[in-house]
């Protein structure tokens, strides 16, 4: 929701009637920008296809308060973490180009790379070309480079 109600009633009125989100006017660009980034995190965390534990959902809940990208508690391997230090801001990879700087199987980094994308650690984007599939490509966040 993007109002200037900030009573209390209305808060929990739209939240009660779902709203994902609650960002009150004047707002900034930025603050649009993260609460629009959040919500593609919590789709690819319940958009999988087999039965969820509990700290999935609450990943995904996680994900929807713009900003909250913490880690799922977890510490990263050395595999992920890896991973993550081969990505550069500001530039994107797709999964075999991550796979053969870091020395992986192209799925052991696809795995990875969709792991770190939930906890919000690695952006995704998809490039398209003429035919077949838009390929995935994946970037580190400006405000959580690694490096």
Request: no cysteine.
């Amino acid at each position: 929701m993007l109002t200037a109600a900030s009573d209390a009633v209305s808060i929990r009125t739209a939240l009660r009637r779902g709203a994902l989100a609650y960002l009150l006017k004047p707002f900034t660009a930025e603050s649009l920008s993260q609460q629009l980034r959040s919500y593609p995190r919590y789709r690819r965390i319940l958009g999988q296809q087999h039965a969820l534990d509990q700290e999935t959902i609450e990943r995904a809940k996680r994900a929807l308060i713009a900003g909250d990208v913490a880690p799922s508690g977890k510490p990263r391997s050395a595999t992920e973490a890896s991973v993550l230090e081969s990505l550069s801001p500001g530039e994107q990879y797709s999964a075999v180009e991550v796979a053969e700087r870091v020395g992986v199987s192209r799925a052991t980094a696809q795995r990875y790379l969709s792991a770190l994308a939930d906890d919000g650690a690695v952006e995704i984007q998809l490039r398209y070309g003429t035919t077949g599939r838009p390929e995935h490509r994946y970037g580190v966040p400006a405000r959580t480079s690694p490096k």
